[in-house]
């Protein structure tokens, strides 16, 4: 691997494009470090610290995940990716009951580019409400519950207003490296942003398990942590390369005096078909319970959400969010690949499978083997996102465990 590495920085243009990639991600870690303008760093470093001791931080987690820490920090760069990923699941969704975007999905790579141009306004608009509801917690001193010093230095209207346009703007500056690094870099930009933020977590909390414990326990525990993550990410590799391959025949046909088809090809069904996307819908779905808790404090099923949902180490949180990843699995699957597309495409163009008739006997065959693919990979995405309350169940603490599907 470090033979491959070292060719490719001989080689000048993939050089140019890794060095640009790094300079990129330099540059978003900075803005994710940076605070945004009217805001008492002092203060907000301590009731992180408080936070990161107690629960305060647990209905943010996620955002604060994908934000690499700048959420909690009030950072200029504070919402991360979240508000894109966000506004391209929705469009996601809206392409299969808006019949203009599916039009435009399938007009190819003008209607992509048309879809996209959309996301990025969704994107600004979902900025715009994040921004606002993180910032009014954080002047209203909510950000952090049990926390009483002042966040910011001035609460009123123009510079709060300065520093919702300065998140926002973050947000775009984000979006527009992320697109850079899909052009100008190495893979697709906004994974690439991704896997940033994600592991820039990594260092603190491989770290906070190691001093979870006294003397050569607490390196036991991190050497031991260290070997589950690498089965991990050997079972994660695994999996997401792993699919079902259906060979597809094309029949040879006329056209002209020229002869087409008689090609054989493949329709490659992954076994995660949905990615991390169900994982992400049900960590949305828990936090709505939490919400309503916080609006709600002294209601008994307040009182009980509290108990149960706050935090990952109950069987009842857990048991719902297994259920939540694997209903997800199916629903977005259900949206993303459709049987009856596919069959009508193939039969236009003269494909069959062999064996099997072409038209409605293919969509049954598609659908069969589909639902039957999607179950292991709905077990294996609620399986790695177990991973974080089984360590908290053998190591007894709250430190973010870094290979897991959700955070603490």
């Known amino acids: 691997m470090l033979s491959a590495f070292a060719n490719a920085l001989k080689t000048p ?7 640009f990639t790094l300079f990129i991600l330099a540059v978003f870690r900075l803005g994710s470090v940076i605070p945004a303008p009217n805001v008492n760093l002092v203060n907000v470093d301590a009731c992180r610290a408080e936070a990161q001791a107690g629960e305060s931080a647990g209905l943010y987690s996620m955002i604060n995940l994908f934000s690499g820490g700048a959420l909690l920090q009030l950072a200029i760069f504070a919402l991360g990716i979240m ?9 996601q969704l809206l392409t299969v009951v808006i019949p203009r975007l599916e039009t435009l999905k399938k007009e190819g790579a003008a209607g992509t580019a048309k879809i996209t141009q959309y996301t990025r306004y969704l ?43 300065t998140m926002t703007a973050g947000t775009g500056v984000i979006m527009w490296m992320g697109e850079l690094v899909t052009d100008r870099g190495i893979g697709n930009g906004m994974s ?28 036991l525990a991190f050497s031991v942590v260290m070997a589950i993550g690498l089965l991990v990410m050997l079972g994660v590799i695994f999996i997401e390369q792993s699919q079902r391959r259906i060979p597809v025949q094309y029949a040879k ?27 992400i819908f049900a960590s949305s779905m828990l936090y709505l319970p939490v919400l309503y808790a916080q609006f709600q404090p002294d209601s008994p099923v307040s009182s009980w959400i509290a108990a149960n949902f706050v935090r990952g180490d109950t069987w009842i949180y857990n048991l719902v969010f297994s259920g939540l990843i ?4 199916y629903f977005y699957v259900a949206i ?51 991973i974080p309350a089984l360590a908290f169940i053998a190591f007894g603490t709250q430190q973010n465990f870094p290979f897991g599907g959700r955070p603490f």
């Open 326 to 329: 694997v209903f997800f699995t």
């Open 123 to 165: 994107t600004l608009v979902l900025a715009v409400l994040n921004a606002t509801a993180f910032v009014t917690l954080a002047v209203n001193g909510q950000l952090f519950q049990g926390c009483n010093r002042d966040l910011v230095y001035d609460k009123g209207i123009f510079p709060v207003i300065v520093m919702i346009l």
């Open 83 to 91: 508000p894109y990923i966000t506004a391209s699941i929705i469009l």
């Open 192 to 219: 690439v942003m991704i896997f940033t933020q994600i592991a820039a977590q990594f260092p603190a909390a491989l770290w906070g398990i190691k001093e979870s414990r006294e003397g050569a326990a607490g390196w």
């Open 336 to 386: 993303t690949f459709d049987p009856v597309e596919v069959a009508d495409d193939m039969k236009k163009y003269g494909g069959f499978i062999p064996g099997i008739r072409a038209g409605k006997p293919t969509e049954d065959y598609l659908a069969f083997v589909l639902s039957r693919i999607t179950a292991p990979g709905a077990l294996y995405l609620a399986t790695i996102s177990l």
């Open 13 to 19: 243009d993939l050089r140019r494009k890794i060095l």
């Open 253 to 279: 046909r006329m056209v002209g005096r020229r002869l087409f088809g008689g090609s054989t090809t493949y329709i490659p069904l992954k076994v995660n078909q949905a990615g991390v996307i169900p994982v």
